[in-house]
């Protein structure tokens, strides 16, 4: 849980700038299906960080293959780290391989950012990703290695979470998109001032005075 969103401030200051929402969560869980929604349905920019490596380096089995995989999480620390300072993006739904977060410096920048897990189950997953040959994180037995993988990195994810979306028994997109939007205008809605009653401020301000409480 990222102890920094929404960050406190006085009734007075000025909104904090806009941030882009990072979307994290197992391979295939739907992050960048959801991400190009949201730019679709909802005017984000779509940015996914498979896809920038992708554009600049080649296809990803062929840099695990040619390079292994240290060099490929290298350039994905990278490429998030550019995105995420690039005001260029502060509109984006940014949607970062399944990997990501486990990378320790992309686990320090996650925490200073608006994070939303996407939160899947193997059913919905595995006829995704069975017989696969092209993930090399997957091989050389997809279903096998895709719940390994969940298990070791589920605790992860859940740290980092601001928001949890739930992706289980196939959701259609629409859904999932519609309640990620609701959590974020939600969360970016103007504060209640601090020192108002109680009964003034909504349900999403009292739980963010909680987490600030407990942080
Ligand atoms: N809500 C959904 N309903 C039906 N199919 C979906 C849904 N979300 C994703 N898919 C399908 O699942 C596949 C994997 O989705 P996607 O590529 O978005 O996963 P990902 O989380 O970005 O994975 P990776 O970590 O590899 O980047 C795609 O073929 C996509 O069409
Ligand atoms: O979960 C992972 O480790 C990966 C997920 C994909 O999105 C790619 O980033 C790559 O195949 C590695
Ligand atoms: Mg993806």
């Not at 490596?53 to 840099?63: E, L």
């Not at 939160?119 to 017989?131: F, H, K, M, N």
């Amino acid at each position: 849980m990222n102890a920094q969103f929404p960050a406190p401030a006085p009734a007075d200051a000025a909104p904090a700038p806009q941030r882009p929402v990072v979307l994290i969560g197992p391979m295939a869980a739907g992050k960048s299906f959801l991400a190009l929604h949201m730019s679709k349905f909802y005017g984000y920019d779509f940015v996914d960080a498979d896809q920038l490596i992708v554009s600049r380096h080649g296809v990803i089995s062929t840099i695990f293959r040619e390079h292994g995989e240290k060099y490929f999480r290298d350039l994905e620390a990278d490429t998030v780290a550019e995105v995420l300072r690039d005001p260029d993006h502060a509109n984006a739904i940014f949607s970062v391989g399944g990997g990501a977060p486990m990378t320790p410096s992309v686990r320090r920048m996650l925490r200073d950012e608006l994070v939303a897990y996407l939160e899947v189950d193997a059913e919905t997953v595995l006829p995704r990703i069975s017989g696969n040959r092209t993930r090399p994180m997957l091989q050389p037995d997809p279903e096998r290695r895709w719940q390994e993988l969940y298990e070791s990195r589920r605790a992860c994810y859940e740290e980092l979470a601001d928001i949890r979306l739930d992706g289980t028994r196939n959701r259609p997109v629409a859904e999932i998109g519609a309640d990620l939007e609701e959590a974020l205008v939600r969360l970016r809605a103007p504060r209640a001032g601090r020192g108002a009653p109680a009964a003034d401020r909504s349900a999403t301000d009292r739980s963010a005075t909680d987490q600030e409480a407990q942080a």
